[in-house]
């Protein structure tokens, strides 16, 4: 199993990517938290019988492939409750994403790890 979500970027995350192309980094550093609820949304198959929350891209986990692609990691938190609503356990987790930004530059793309245990 592997999910993804395509995230529409605002006019002014978009000119952020296009200045500052050379530095994407520091730009999805910057981009992608303001998406944590929606990153949170793709996440949450991957573990059906927790939630999925407090979603953060991992400091100094980004890098460039040969693709064109970023490669990032995204931490998070699985929350498991109990039949009253009363949180049991907090587990922290970790997932790589693969973001790539569509040819109109407006749009990017992230896919998470395929868990082949899930299919």
């Given at each position: 199993?592997?999910?993804?979500?395509?995230?529409?970027?605002?006019?002014?995350?978009q000119q952020l990517l296009k200045k500052d192309s050379d530095n994407i980094s520091s730009v999805l550093f910057d981009i992608i938290p303001a998406y944590s609820d929606q990153i949170g949304y793709m996440l949450q198959p991957y573990?059906?019988?927790?939630k999925v929350s407090k979603v953060e891209v991992a400091p100094?986990?980004?890098?460039l492939l040969n693709t064109g692609s970023v490669?990032?990691?995204?931490?998070y938190v699985l929350?498991?409750?109990s039949a009253c609503s009363a949180i049991d356990t907090e587990e922290k987790e970790i997932m790589s994403v693969t973001v790539t930004l569509d040819a109109r530059g407006d749009v990017l793309n992230l896919v998470g790890a395929?868990?082949?245990?899930?299919d």
């Open positions: 199993m592997q999910h993804s979500i395509k995230l529409k970027l605002s006019e002014q995350q573990h059906p019988r927790q100094a986990s980004i890098s490669n990032l990691k995204i931490h929350e498991e409750y395929y868990w082949p245990s899930l």
